[in-house]
Nanobody, 115 residues
Framework: QVQLVESGGGLVQPGGSLTLSCAASGSLFGIDAMGWYRQAPGKQRELVATITSGGSTKYADSVKGRFTISGPNYKNTIYLQMNSLKPEDTAVYSC?????????WGQGTQVTVSS
């Protein structure tokens, strides 16, 4: 059974930084891509950043130049470094692993950007 657990969310002031982690455990085979998504209250979930097994990255226009996705490391953990945070970045952030045996999602971690 595969489990994804996010951590690192919290309250931060505008202009601040946070690093989110997503640790995957269980029987993971054939990872094709990993990603971070977010959902703000009253809005649809949107893609934030993805990284393929080959290391190619893709970012939403709203976070380009501010956010960096990395990983996975030897513990199948991916990261999202978030800098210059804005109030509009406030959302629940979830990670996802796309594999040859299925797609997996974490429960999410809350990020709140407010003064």
């Amino acid at each position: 059974q595969v489990q994804l657990v996010e951590s690192g969310g919290g309250l931060v002031q505008p202009g601040g930084s946070l690093t989110l982690s997503c640790a995957a455990s269980g029987s993971l085979f054939g990872i094709d891509a990993m990603g971070w998504y977010r959902q703000a209250p009253g809005k649809q979930r949107e893609l934030v950043a993805t990284i393929t097994s080959g290391g190619s990255t893709k970012y939403a226009d709203s976070v380009k130049g501010r956010f960096t996705i990395s990983g996975p490391n030897y513990k199948n953990t991916i990261y999202l470094q978030m800098n210059s945070l804005k109030p509009e970045d406030t959302a629940v952030y979830s990670c996802s692993f796309v594999t040859t045996t299925g797609d997996y999602w974490g429960q999410g971690t809350q990020v709140t950007v407010s003064s």
